[in-house]
């Protein structure tokens, strides 16, 4: 559900100056009420298959990589566990990128009403695969792929960076016994406050460049990449406008954080 809000926010008055545009969704909670109105309570889960799918490969591959970069001792140099996370998110987005791009489109679907940003209109996650591969080919399923990369790197680096560091440093402190259920919660919570403050820009950029409209060629009509895109919101709505619907990605992320790696610290050391 959280996902689903923080997408409508984050498309909403794209490319408009602050106060020109109507505003279906204000904030977390009414965001939530708005969606229930016009889709229904299942119009919360809109693009479930696809996002399980996205966070399945996405993850998959970021833990399998990182855990991989740990056993080797790369962890351990200066810096590494930034260098390991981000390399690690950058595989992870690449992979997970078709999936992405499929969720964003069935999550921004709404009635005319209410609908922000461009409505791909399609009947189903098969439907949406289906119709991208047969109008732009293998290379459209990879469409924004340019803002997935940095989004889940920076995203990955510091997520795993400081719930490593905020782990041990419970733990250093006795606050609680090194290895305990509490001491990866605590470092999981003050993961997923950094993460939200860092990631939050790039996660709006992401989703503009994929839900963005295409030419026939599979250009983007608004944006022509991931700089320009940067550029295009911080001009039209601000800077602030590049931290739409940071609320609903804290509230995504820190639940989301402190369960992926708490249950992944656990199957683990199991």
């Known amino acids: 559900p959280l996902e689903v809000v923080k997408t409508r926010l984050q498309l909403q008055g794209e490319l408009q100056p602050p106060g020109t545009y109507p505003r279906p969704y204000r904030g977390v909670l009414r965001a939530a009420v708005a969606v229930c109105r016009a889709d229904g309570l299942w ?12 966070q399945g490969l996405m993850n998959g591959v970021r833990f399998y990589c990182y855990s991989h970069a740990e056993d080797a001792g790369w962890t351990g140099y ?68 340019t803002g997935a990369v940095p989004r889940v790197a920076v995203g990955s680096a510091v997520q795993l960076a400081t719930f490593a560091s905020a782990k041990d440093w419970v733990c250093e402190r006795q606050w609680f016994r090194k290895g305990s259920w509490a001491a990866v919660l605590a470092g999981g919570m003050v993961s997923g406050v950094a993460v939200a403050v860092t990631m939050t820009p790039f996660d709006v950029i992401s989703t503009r460049l994929y839900n963005q409209p295409v030419n026939a060629d599979g250009t983007g009509k608004l944006y022509r990449g991931f700089m320009d895109c940067i ?15 940071i609320g609903a990605v804290y509230f995504r992320l820190g639940p989301h954080t402190v369960l992926s790696l708490f249950f992944w610290d656990k199957l683990r050391n199991m």
């Not at 550029?231 to 739409?244: A, F, P, T």
């Open 231 to 245: 550029l295009q919101i911080s001009s039209k709505e601000g800077l602030l406008g590049l931290y739409k619907g």
């Open 43 to 54: 119009g919360l889960q809109k693009g479930l298959a696809a996002g399980l799918l996205y």
């Open 78 to 145: 200066p810096g590494g566990t930034v260098a390991a996370g981000a390399v690690a998110g950058a595989v992870g987005a690449i992979v997970g990128s078709p999936a992405y791009l499929v969720k964003t489109h069935l999550q921004a679907q709404t009635l005319s009403a209410v609908a922000v940003g461009h409505q791909h209109n399609h009947e189903s996650i098969f439907g949406a695969f289906k119709s991208i591969y047969q109008q732009h080919g293998v290379v459209g399923l990879w469409r924004g792929v």
